[in-house]
């Protein structure tokens, strides 16, 4: 099966450049022998990260967003709404009406905003009349990181964090030196100068945490950078990374049900599409790659019911914004 797959993705990528098979049989055949290896998060790759959040009331969750965290409207198609959070870092706010998730469901993730700045985002947050998970902020001396937990308008957690120079990070840290930091921009938020994000960690929680991180990593190809042996942190984009938690130490315990899409941008959807769609342990919930005006996109479940999107945005007026903070270097 894994044969077909790869033979396909190189059949579509000669295509795409213009050559013709009859003359490459000898990668033809490297590329059967490779199948066993193929790595999927580098052949079709991803361009950002997303998270798809559902809510009641989804205008007051983007007045939230954008006014006290100074998030950036990226595209507004009226019952959702994506903002950029860090460079390559988004979340999607959808009216619970129109989306794959009621908001009643548990709110079983958590998102880390990770920041240079805590100190400065803890004094800051004291002043805008949010919802605190703790409202002590204790640095622990030697700690791989520091953080605290604010709630969002409807419940959803969020964890303002700052990786510390400490061994456990010692491959996460470089990147992160590497990845800018995105400032709001000045006059529309309450956010005062100084204060921005730089990346965003999405934790979704689990029961069977050897079998989940397999999956991710030999199915998914995703290279694994921190191991707290009870959290394991994986890069997925540019400046978007995804973590695992064990249920029993985490801030949420496993739920049968979650309010809660993880998402994957990516110029290569017809690859990943066909990659997955002939994995059998990947189970699909999209028979096709759907296709609207303002994007083309497909849905998949991880091992334990996470809903796992890929999308592609079409270079229309509305998705302007979003393509261009894509495209960015």
């Not at 003359?23 to 193929?38: F, H, I, K, M, N």
């Not at 009406?97 to 990770?114: F, N, R, Y």
């Not at 400490?166 to 995105?182: D, K, S, V, Y």
Request: glycine letters at 6%; proline letters at 5%.
């Amino acid at each position: 099966m894994r044969y077909q797959v790869v033979l396909s993705f190189f059949l579509y990528a000669l295509l795409l450049t213009g050559c013709s098979p009859e003359g490459e049989s000898s990668r033809a055949t490297l590329a059967l022998d490779q199948a066993e290896s193929v790595d999927p998060l580098k052949a079709f790759g991803t361009t950002a990260s997303n998270v798809f959040l559902y809510y009641r009331d989804v205008d007051a969750a983007t007045e939230f967003y954008r006014n006290v965290l100074g998030f950036r409207v990226a595209a507004d198609y009226g019952f959702a709404k994506i903002m950029q959070v860090a460079p390559k870092s988004f979340v999607t706010l959808v009216d619970e009406t129109k989306g794959m998730h009621a908001s009643s469901e548990p709110k079983t993730t958590t998102i880390a905003l990770v920041t240079d700045n805590l100190d400065g985002w803890w004094n800051y947050i004291q002043t805008q009349n949010v919802a605190l998970r703790s409202t002590e902020f204790n640095l622990v001396k030697g700690s791989s990181h520091d953080s605290f937990v604010a709630i969002d308008p409807e419940g959803y957690l969020l964890e303002f964090e700052r990786f510390n120079d400490h061994a456990e990070n010692r491959r996460l840290l470089p990147i992160l030196a590497e990845t800018p930091t995105l400032y709001p921009e000045p006059g529309t938020s309450n956010v005062p100068a100084g204060l921005g994000f730089k990346a965003t960690v999405v934790w979704f929680y689990y029961k069977d945490m050897p079998g989940t991180h397999k999956f991710y990593e030999d199915v998914m190809g995703f290279d694994l950078l921190v191991d707290q042996g009870w959290t394991k942190i994986y890069r997925i984009g540019p400046s978007g990374y995804f973590g695992l938690v064990d249920e029993q130490r985490g801030m949420h315990r496993f739920t049968e049900e979650k309010a809660v899409t993880l998402s994957f941008f990516t110029d290569n959807i017809d690859g990943w599409y066909e990659y997955l769609s002939n994995d059998d342990r990947v189970e699909m919930r999209s028979k096709t790659i759907e296709v609207e005006n303002e994007y083309r996109a497909f849905v998949a479940y991880d091992p334990a019911g996470y809903y796992l999107e890929w999308d592609v945005f079409s270079d229309i007026p509305v998705n302007a914004a979003l393509v261009e903070m894509i495209a960015a270097p």
